[in-house]
């Protein structure tokens, strides 16, 4: 294993979550409500990296320390209602506003060339989604089966803002200058970007009468535009680079079929259209770090991906037991590759990354779930529940045949809780088993320098606990990765090459425990 997967000095994190959530619900008259709700949720974190001081690029850093910051608020409308209409009998329209900003401050300590200097380095995201979305719903009676139809259309837009900061401070002196390993900020590594997305969509569940059989076939037609605006921050650092906006429409089908086999158990197959247009950080993001030696470049030709996709699944749900099992297949064209490690280029002394089209692609795989309702088996009137949730996937990339970075490790989570008597407190003992993600896709393969990480399997093992004091009141408290265990999530290391440093910072937090009071009224 590379050294930079071993232990090294412990990292510390400091973490404080607030959260704040009011509804409001007001009954204009039998058939009619109109409700409102904010969220508000705020997470700060303190960071004290010392793994990775005196190694490869961090050889010279005497500290470096982390003050991150997310907030999030949103405000929803919902005006819900039934009517005696032919073509309508009731529906729900919602209009929604989140805004959601972050703020990453680092601060580093290094020596270089005998002198002490100080970097203060921040990015700052921000992005605004407001939109209004209608869910309408009727009832009609044929000849030969009853129609449960559902339309509705949805509009949505939103704006993108990123930024980033630096000063170096000369310590013996105090003088600073904003031109840090020739990056001169303040700086933006992709345009101020605004997204219009409009859908419409019709369904219709279609029970045949004197039959077992439920038919729903659907469609759905989806406008995205990306809309960048290139601003001086951006044009300073990226002079040559062309913008590219996007516009593109699809109409997606879909098919389902479910047998009812009785009141418990039925089976299922469905087909649909999938579609997703690229998205703006992808399409146009012109990043360049010379301190790291990474620089991410714009793909002006990123087409939309389209999927084929098909499943067929069985469904029991007892009243003590239920399961689900279901098997599914994802023909792709054009499946998007975010931000691809492309190799060292020389010629600029970067490592590039790009998103990339892959032509023709698939993923399929296998889901379970069980529970299973115990009940005074520890007490009497207390009940305990098991439940399994296991998820095994392979992808493809049929074009070279090269196995798919993005498909997550084959995982599953085992638990069981115990619920007493009174329903007041609750212990939840969960195990989280990962499997390795070693078969991957690596053009730099063999190259010690720049060959791709991969993780291992691990498992680790949660304890939570929840007490009731009555309606209002509950106390929450967890103690996670019970046993300590070092493992690197692959979503957190996919892209990064096996001896890069950074990777000690990437490990998952060791042995944690939380507290949360929640009240609510």
Known sequence: ASDVYKRQAKDTQDNETKAFLVKYFYELSDNQELSFSYDYFKRSAQTDLQSILGLGRFSSTSLLLGDDETQRESFTVNYEFVLDETWLEGGVVRY??????????????????????????????????????????????????????????????????????????????????????????????????????????????????????????????????????????????????????????????????????????????????????????????????????????????????????????????????????????????????????????????????????????????????????????????????????????KGENKEADQPLNEVEPNHALLGVQWLSANEKASVELNANIVDAKSDIDDPNAGDVATELATTKGYATFDLITNYHFNEQVTVSAAINNLTDRQYWRWSDVNGFSKSDPLLATLAAPGINASLQLKYTW
Do not use: C
């Open 96 to 393: 929604y506003d989140q805004t959601t900003e972050t703020e990453q401050l680092s601060d580093e300590k290094r020596t270089s060339r005998g002198r002490e200097y100080f970097y203060d380095r921040d990015f700052f995201f921000e992005q605004r989604v407001q939109g209004i979305r209608a869910n309408l719903y009727t009832n009609v009676e044929s000849d030969f089966a009853s129609h449960h139809i559902g339309y509705g259309v949805e509009f949505s837009k939103n704006k993108t803002e990123e930024l980033r900061k630096g000063l170096q401070t000369t310590i013996a002196t105090g003088d600073s200058t904003n031109n840090i390993l020739t990056e001169e900020f303040p700086l933006r590594d992709f345009p101020i970007s605004e997204v219009e997305e409009v859908g419409v969509y019709l369904n219709d569940e279609i029970s045949i009468d004197g039959t077992n059989v439920t038919l729903i076939p659907a469609i759905r037609y989806d406008k995205y535009k990306l809309r960048p605006k290139a601003d001086a921050i951006y044009l300073e650092d990226n002079p040559s680079t062309s913008i590219v906006n996007i516009s593109e429409s699809s109409v997606s089908p879909k098919l389902g079929v479910v047998y009812q086999l009785d009141s418990e158990n039925k089976f299922y197959v469905q087909y649909a259209k999938g579609f997703r247009a690229p998205p703006f950080e992808d399409a146009n993001i012109g990043l360049d770090i010379p301190m790291f030696k990474i620089r991410a470049i714009p793909n002006a030709d990123l087409k939309s991906e389209t999927t084929d996709g098909y499943e067929v699944g069985y469904n029991y749900s007892g009243t003590e037991h239920k399961f689900d099992l279901v098997a599914f297949y994802n023909d792709y064209q054009d499946f998007i590759q975010t931000k691809v490690n492309l190799g060292f280029d020389p010629t600029v002394g970067r490592v590039i990354f790009q998103s990339q089209n892959i032509n023709s692609a698939e993923i399929y795989g296998v889901e379970l779930s069980y529970q299973g309702f115990y009940g005074n088996l520890l007490s009497e009137n207390d009940s305990v529940t098991a439940y399994i949730n296991m998820f095994w996937s």
